[in-house]
Each structure stands twice: as C-alpha cells, then as structure tokens.
C-alpha cells in the first residue's frame, strides 16, 4: 500500500510551514536519508530526509505552496509492486491546520512520517494527566482553550508528540477565529472610552478609513505573522514592569582595547556586546532565584545560564541562544555570536539554536539609540535592553563634576518570575560585572 509523506513539525511550536522546494521529482528512487525537500519555517529553511525506501509516486504540494499543515500529506511514496495508479486520487495537503484523524480518513494510504517528525503520537492528554505526566499544548491553543472553558485533559493532540494545537480546540466546537477576537477586543476598546475606534481591527475596516490615500499592501510573511503573534500575546499576557540603571563604560572600553591588543593575532576582536552576554551570564548565576521562566502553573530554575541574543534579520528578528555562557571565555562567546548571527542572517539555523534559554538581550545601541524598553519573548523570565554608550557629564564619588562615557540599562521582567527587589538584585549585579570588567575573568 502507497505511503503518505507527511508535512514535519521542524520545531515543537510549529503548526504549519511553507514547503520551499522539492528536492525530488515523480518517478525519482528514494532511500532512507535522502533528501527530499526544503521547508521553510517562520525562522529558518531547513533540508529533511525520507524514512522509507521507495519510489516517488505522486507530489502532492507544489514548490512554494505556504500553510502547509504539519502531519498532512505531502507526496505519495510506493513499494515494490506498487504503480502510480494507486495514488491517482490522492488528495492534496489541507493549507491549514486539520487533526490528524480527519487525515487519516482522507485517504487510504499508510502514513510515515519523517525523520524530523515523531514516529507515532503519544496517548491521550486525559490519560497523561492521569498518570501525572507533563500535558503538552501550544501557547495559541492554551489561550483559546482558556477563552472558551475548554478542558484540555479531555483532548488528544493531533500536532506533533501528541501535543494539542489550534485545530484540536476548534475541532472540539470551541475555537474562536482570529477575526472574532480581535473584534472583540477592539469592541471592549470602545466601550472602555476609545469611541472613535473602529469595531473591527480588520483590513477591510481599515482600510475603508485610508481609501482616497496612496498606500502599498504588504503581505505578512510567515516570519512578520509569528512576530506579531508572539509579541501581541507576551504584552497582553506578561505583566511587564522595567527596572533602570546607567553604566560607566570607561573602564570596559579601556579594558576591551588590551584585550583585542592582545587578540589580534588570533583574528578575534571582542564587542561591547560580548561584554553584557558574559555579565548578565555570571549575574544569573549569582541570583540563581532570577534565572528563571514561567511554564503555565510553575516556575522553572535554571542551573545553567542559557543567554539569548536578539539578531535582526531581513524581515524580522531571530534569538539564537548562547548555551552555557558563563561557562565560556569572552573570545569563545565572541566567536560563537559571530556565527550564530550569520547563520541567522542566512536562515541557517537548526531549532535548537534559536530555542530555549531564561534570560535575553536587545542590544540598539549601535543604531545610536540611548535607551528602550524590550518586549519579552516568552517563555523568558527577562530581557535587557541596552543603549548606547556616549559622553556625559557626571559628579564623581569625590564631588567633583567629569566626564565618562555612560550607557543606559532597562531590565523588562516578568513580575510572575522575578519580584522587583529580585530583579534589582540581578541589574546591579550585571551593572557591577560591566564596571569592573576584569572581575568577569577571575
């Protein structure tokens, strides 16, 4: 019997994704770990390999078809014995989530998945939770079942590892579309005082208003979609509050200029930025309490200090993460950001790269902005915004009036996490770290 390929999850959050190029074509002989494909998600375009030996029967999606859902058919692959008229009414991929038992009525194929994809999805969440094991769920499908007095225990996860993604919740009658909720919150706006506001967030109300001026349509890409997704959910979700404090950068700046002296022949040239991913590194290890996240009912600390680093791409940004950071020497982390910053620039990144760590940092200083507030990326306890370093004045211990060159700090925490005074704690120990740099070293 023909084999279904299915679309694979490329990240534990990942719900759909674009399938960027075939790397095979009908008829084409394939065996296990031969590339098949190029997917592309919302972060990174990555190659996958077939599990099954075979030949390539039917391509079910076509190059560059977007809202491919994960575990749909994307080709058909057969045996020995096995000809293509078997496969001539297959169907194609839905271009939305569906769950995985409508596909597997859909056609009589055996399905197999790929080698990023799980092999077989775990037992229902009601009997995990029975058992007292971990309930798997997306973000976007815990803030709907939420919103709609939905009992996850009583769902079976159609995503990958059995996790319960969007399509499971609207399955069990009880989704609510992406248009009636911003309605509503733009309806709870007008009622709360915004009278002008428009009733419906939506393009055809917006852009009613802007009809007699010129204006281009820009189509979201995945990339801009997840952003607004996540961002809109952190600040509507996270209650922020944001800490403040400046750096004297004199003595780092004199300190880093020894130490590239020193580097050059190694080809290494250390940045400021090298100098906070080390700082805030120690610090969380310092105040072990404050390197930590917030996972739905508990709080989850970290003994390793797992840093990641805010990196504007074409379109969007990325966080690839620095594992282990106060473990490594200034030049390993100056060498390891350098690559994971052009591998990100690229799309080149693996998932385990870019997800994960406690704590995180937007660096704008060298747009010449002195300071901001940072958003943060859950699930992340924290995010450092750092600005620029620039001349000031400034009255010293001895009263005297000077000039140094001084940066501004804004710590944004998640107060479900760390507690102000916590939080204060862990600033001025990363402000303490990056005024006596070679403390950092010892």
């Given amino acids: 019997m023909p084999i279904e390929i299915l679309m694979p999850a490329l990240s534990p959050t990942m719900e759909e994704g674009t399938l960027a190029k075939w790397l095979v074509k009908e008829g084409d002989a394939v065996a296990s770990g031969d590339l098949l494909a190029e997917i592309e998600t919302d972060k990174a375009t990555m190659e996958f390999e077939a599990v099954d030996e075979g030949i390539i029967g039917k391509l079910l999606v076509a190059d560059g078809t977007e809202n491919v859902a994960v575990n749909s058919a994307i080709a058909v692959l057969l045996e020995d014995g096995e000809s293509s008229s078997e496969v001539e009414a297959a169907p194609s991929a839905p271009a939305s989530p569906a769950p995985a038992a ?60 059995g996790r319960i993604v969007k399509a499971d919740i609207e399955a069990a009658g009880s989704a609510v579309s992406a248009d009636r909720t911003v309605a509503s919150m733009a309806s709870a706006a007008s009622t709360s005082g915004a009278a002008s506001a428009p009733q419906s967030a939506n393009f055809e109300t917006i852009s009613k208003l802007y009809a007699e001026r010129a204006y281009e349509e820009i189509s979201l890409d995945r990339m801009r979609k997840t952003i607004a997704a996540r961002l809109t959910e952190a600040k509507q979700t996270v209650p922020h509050f944001y800490l403040r404090r400046d750096v004297m950068l004199d003595n780092l700046l004199g300190f880093r200029g020894e130490m590239n002296a020193a580097l050059a022949e190694r080809d290494v040239k250390l940045s400021v930025n090298d100098f ?167």
């Fill in 102 to 161: 409508e596909a597997a009525t859909s056609s009589p194929a055996k399905s197999a998945t790929l080698a990023s994809s799980p092999a077989s999805a775990p037992p229902a969440a009601a009997d995990k939770a029975a058992e007292g094991a971990r309930l798997f769920a997306t973000p976007l499908a815990r803030k709907l079942a939420a919103q709609n007095n939905v009992d996850l225990t009583r769902l079976s996860g159609s995503g990958p590892r």
């Fill in 276 to 442: 906070v991913i080390k700082a805030c590194a120690l610090a969380l290890t310092t105040v072990p309490t404050a390197n930590a996240i917030w996972a739905g009912d508990r709080i989850l600390q970290f003994t390793p200090a797992d840093i990641a680093v805010a990196v504007a791409i074409d379109g969007g940004l990325i966080t690839p993460v620095l594992k282990d950071a106060d473990q490594k020497s200034l030049s390993v982390l100056s060498t390891e950001m350098k690559d994971l910053a052009t591998r990100a620039k690229g799309r080149k990144l693996a998932p385990d790269e870019y997800q994960g760590g406690s704590f995180a940092i937007s660096n704008l200083g060298m747009f010449g902005i002195d300071n901001f507030d940072a958003v943060i990326n859950p699930p992340h306890g924290a995010i450092l915004a750092v600005g620029a370093g620039k001349k000031k004045p400034v009255v010293t211990a001895s009263g005297e009036l000077s000039v140094a060159t001084v940066m501004s700090l804004t710590l944004s925490v998640d107060h479900r996490v760390i507690d102000g005074a916590l939080g204060a704690e862990l600033l001025n120990v990363i402000v303490k770290n990056l005024e006596n740099p070679m403390a950092m070293l010892a």
